[in-house]
């Protein structure tokens, strides 16, 4: 096959993370690499390097990175050592020029319905894609999600792991891929099939026992990983507040991108839900999640994310152009994520500035979010309260060179800015009006319907995540983020398998698959269960003492074994199924009586009532 086009949408690595996931025993045996194709050279990118470092250091070592991915059985330590040392938080970005700001008041605006032309270029789609050769091989949903979260970060996960259980507590742990994968497995079973206590997965008794749990992982075994469990060596710690799950975000960072980008994409800021005690935790008055990390995320509008970084303050590894927090959030994430021309943006007032409008159009993106009253000083809008008195439906436009600013009367004042319209068009909406009891037919800008449209997908994403969220806890600062991206990594797997592949499951499907299979595949059955948990014996006691008839019957069943002894036998009691050693006792023949010595002692109820005939409780 010939691979054309833009090379960043064909990452090496990745196709080699894919490649060591679909190769069998039998391959790594013989020790062979994957080879990647031959890639041409890398087109001009929409942005110059010097304000890109982090990209140009990223696209110097992929192809080494690769290769070193694909052997990953077998080698020397020295051989991951770069390997390791590319997930390293990278070092705070040298100061660059700041970009230009242009007060409103030296703008000059036009009561106008067409705007200047921006020069954006058209969203193209280069094939074949790294998806595209992905799909050709047809994986299952195990293997999509192992390629979402990729074979890099579980090496990480389980060399760190070793070294933070050798450091700490002086013994080793031994943990392997496959034990990790097992580990894998019961934190997504947990999101759907959740207990009060995580212990109660692996108790014998019937209203809590699961067996595909149970039977991959021995209980003590699970606690010692979780215990032990690590992402970074703890002697090389750095001032990033978030230096413990730093190769979390970027490895997921680069596996996202198998995803070709969308045409059209929403930033906004993703809540992980924490209670606890740490310096970047965050409240948002009228989230759905007030409390937690605060994590800025691009994402496409049907809810696939591609690029995340978490807010810790000055830390925070974007860079800083000089046009507030907002616009240097929306150009970082564009920067590291190497979005190429012709993307949309869409993001809310937070972000929204018309100096941003001015240097996406430079860089070639399309722009559209909502803007605050407080930015639209020296705008020559209506007053505030003078549009209020106005019909419902009621808009103003105005322009200044490319954008389009529209100000629209719904419940409430909406004030739109874009750079993506050539002209103002409107469309029909319904609204509810309370007087009439009845829908009245209103006109909306097209912008605000289409940003309506795509701007959710932030949003979507967290719904996604919060469905069948990890429910084993730990006290650990950083848990919520390492289980957080577990489930990112299954939402983004769904949405690859569902858009890419053609798949038609949904989500909880398609966890429950690469649960079993990861339970299945990797898992190792226990030889010998645990002793039976005191609610087990505290309910067999009570069924012996309620003062019924408890007599013994053959259950014609060799494989049976009796409850106080362990041993084999063919009898049990009437009111229960458990089985007792106990003489036959036979249809129509005499009762023997409840203290006879051919009766165990353990078959005593203690109770006064008359028993009936073993041949009356026998017969039909």
Not at 48 to 72: F, I, V, Y
Not at 308 to 330: K, R
Not at 351 to 370: N, W
């Amino acid at each position: 096959m010939d691979y054309e086009g833009e090379t960043g949408h064909l990452p090496a690595r990745l196709l080699n993370a894919y490649a060591e996931v679909m190769q069998t025993e039998h391959d790594w045996n013989d020790g062979l690499p994957f080879t990647t194709p031959p890639s041409p050279p890398q087109p001009p990118s929409p942005f110059p390097c010097s304000s890109s470092p982090t990209s140009c250091h990223n696209n110097e070592g992929q192809l080494e990175d690769a290769r070193a991915s694909s052997l990953q059985r077998g080698q020397p330590e020295d051989a991951r050592a770069s390997k390791r040392q590319r997930v390293q938080p990278s070092q705070p970005e040298e100061p660059r020029a700041k970009l230009q700001v242009v007060k409103n008041k030296d703008r000059v605006f036009k009561r106008s319905k067409r705007p200047s032309t921006a020069v954006i270029p058209e969203y193209t789609v280069y094939r074949p894609n790294a998806a595209e050769c992905v799909k050709q091989s047809c994986p299952n949903p195990v293997d999509v999600f192992l390629l979402m979260y990729p074979p890099t970060l579980r090496e990480i996960t389980v060399e760190m792991s070793n070294l933070y259980s050798t450091q700490t507590k002086g013994k080793q742990l031994n943990l392997s891929m496959d034990e990790l994968l097992t580990f894998y497995g019961i934190l997504i079973a947990s999101g759907y099939s959740s207990v009060p206590r995580r212990h109660m997965y692996w108790s014998v008794d019937n209203d809590v026992h699961n067996e595909s749990i149970s039977g991959a992982m021995r209980r003590n075994r699970f606690d010692d990983i979780m215990a032990s469990v690590h992402l970074v060596d703890n002697t090389k710690i750095t001032d990033d507040p978030f230096f413990k799950v730093r190769p979390i975000f970027s490895e997921l960072n680069h596996s996202y991108k198998i995803m070709p980008f969308q045409e059209w994409l929403s930033v906004d800021e993703s809540m992980i839900p924490y209670y606890g005690r740490h310096g970047c935790k965050q409240f948002i008055k009228g989230k759905p999640i007030r409390f937690g990390y605060k994590v800025w995320s691009l994402a496409s509008s049907s809810g696939y994310m591609y690029h995340m970084e978490p807010y810790c303050g000055s830390h925070t590894l974007l860079p800083e152009t000089g046009l507030g927090q907002g616009p240097s959030v929306i150009i970082g994430l564009a920067e590291q994520a190497q979005v190429p021309q012709g993307c949309k943006f869409f993001h809310d007032s937070l972000f929204t500035t018309l100096s941003l409008m001015d240097e996406m159009t430079k860089r070639g993106y399309g722009s559209s979010g909502t803007m605050r009253q407080n930015r639209l000083f020296d705008v020559p809008f209506t007053p505030q309260n003078a549009f209020m008195k106005l019909p419902r439906g009621t808009s103003e436009v105005l322009c200044q060179g490319e954008k389009l600013l529209v100000r629209w009367k719904d419940n409430n004042i909406v004030t739109v800015a874009t750079n993506m319209d050539e002209k103002y068009t409107e469309t029909s909406v319904k609204r509810w009006n309370r007087h009439r009891r009845a829908f009245d037919n209103i006109q909306q800008p097209k912008c605000i319907s289409r940003y309506n449209e795509h701007m959710g997908g932030v949003d979507l994403h967290d719904l996604q995540v919060s469905r069948y969220y990890i429910s084993i806890r730990s006290k650990k600062w950083w848990w919520p983020i390492f289980a957080w991206s577990i489930n990112s990594a299954l939402v983004n797997g769904h949405l690859f398998y569902r858009d890419v592949i053609g798949g038609t499951i949904d989500l909880l499907t398609f966890s429950r698959i690469v649960s079993q299979s990861l339970l299945q595949r990797f898992g190792t059955k226990p030889l010998s269960h645990g002793r039976r948990s005191l609610l087990s014996a505290t309910v067999e006691d009570q069924a012996r003492y309620d003062k019924a008839s408890h007599w013994p019957f053959n259950t014609m069943h060799r494989f049976q074994r009796c409850r106080h002894c362990e041993k084999r036998t063919t009898y049990a009691c009437i009111p229960s199924p458990d089985g007792i050693h106990s003489p036959p006792v036979s249809p129509g023949s005499a009762p023997r009586s409840p203290r006879s010595q051919s009766y165990p002692e353990h078959l005593y109820t203690g109770g006064t009532q008359q028993a009936s005939s073993p041949a009356a409780l026998l017969s039909p």
